[in-house]
């Protein structure tokens, strides 16, 4: 069941708001205070009116107290009844304002509060309503007032203050609150005014901000459609070069130089395999490595024709490169795996090739292992001429990497391992 509060909340702010918001600028916050004022409004005037009707049935003011009534009516039906506009139900606010302000003033003259509710009503039109409305309380304030003297002068409504003099008594107090019902009529839509002119220029930034995101969002869609076509004529372009250098390889009656060339086609194709996960990804400056090191793998597995059985076994973290990290990287990866493919297992039947990637304090660490028959002599002394390791060297230097590349101590095989630092995302390394 819901809170009664709760309910008696929304259903008059549904009739004192409407559909208003705050882009709807000054008038949404006339509307809300409005909404404001009834919520807290007829629970009070319900508070009062019952110790109300008590005093004013002691004093024999029974008028009065009907008086009381009706006004506490007629605000239940400004806040309930849902047949009114929202104009409609502020004019009939200020209504009541000013008839309980005519009545206290009428019975209870200087005496009351009713002064106080005439400057109230001109604060709550010039809140509300537009202000031309405040304008016009003005002229209501000054009538009601003037009404008031002409009953004092012929008696007809008790002045008990001064025994002469009464009406200019009368006017003299009563100017004090048509003087601040003047200056509020003055100044507050002055208050307004720039309120209004800062609501209008934030939904005038907020437009141009808009816009403006608009055109950037554009331009960046703009941008993204051309780098993915770049990857993807960068990365068919490589397919043919590395299609026509593998049919010169099969043509190839030199056994070297067909290796050669095989070797050349592995190595584009390892590079064409970046700019298609990149083409493929929603990012264009970093990709997934892990997924383009299995590709790389099944690339170099189905072009190499070996007699050995090797089966590879994966071990593989999460990893983000940037395209300047992920370039060498595969290219060193295609490198040691070709090797091994190419010199780990002659003469054998079988063999397994097992690659770990790990990322840790955000450093990559790649590790390779093969259990063939190793390498017969350290790094350092194998002959400077092999392309493959001086590619390695070189792309390291261009990782900032640190690696090893070296027989298995304790078991037949190679193993290789680099670790390097990764890179922010955006962040250009290569040279």
Known sequence: MQNPWKKYKLTVRKNCLGSFNPSDGLDYWRNKLFATIIIYLLPLSLLVLVPSLLIVYALDLQSLSIAYTCIAIAISLVSLYSGFSITTRKYL?????????????????????????????????????????????IVINVAICALQGMLIHYNIAEYPLRDS??????????????????????????????????IESQKDLRKHLITHQEQLERSLEEKETMLAEIH??????????????????????????????????LRIKSMANVHELLYQSHSFSNLSFDEGLRKLVQTVQDTMETNTNVSIEFELESVQLNINQALPCSLILNEVITNAMKHAFTRKETGKISIRLQQKNNYLSLQITDNGHGISQEKDEISEASLGLELIESLTQQLEADYKYQSRKEQPGTVFELSFPIAEINESIMT
Do not use: C
Request: charged share 10%; net charge neutral.
């Open 165 to 198: 003099y009464q009406v200019a008594s009368w006017i003299a107090i009563s100017a004090n609150s048509i003087l601040l019902s003047v200056v509020a009529v003055i100044f507050m839509p002055m208050l307004f005014s720039g309120l209004q002119r800062t």
């Open 93 to 137: 606010f200020v209504a009541l304002v000013y008839a309980a302000a005519t009545i206290l003033i009428f019975y209870m003259g200087e005496h009351g509060a009713g002064l106080t509710y005439l400057f109230g009503a001109t604060v709550f039109a010039m809140l509300i309503l537009p202000t031309r409305a405040g304008v016009f309380t």
């Open 232 to 265: 993807h004529r960068v990365k068919n372009n490589m397919a043919v070069i590395s299609g026509m250098l593998q049919m010169q390889s099969f043509k190839e009656p030199d056994e070297e130089v067909q290796k050669k060339l095989l070797d050349s086609t």
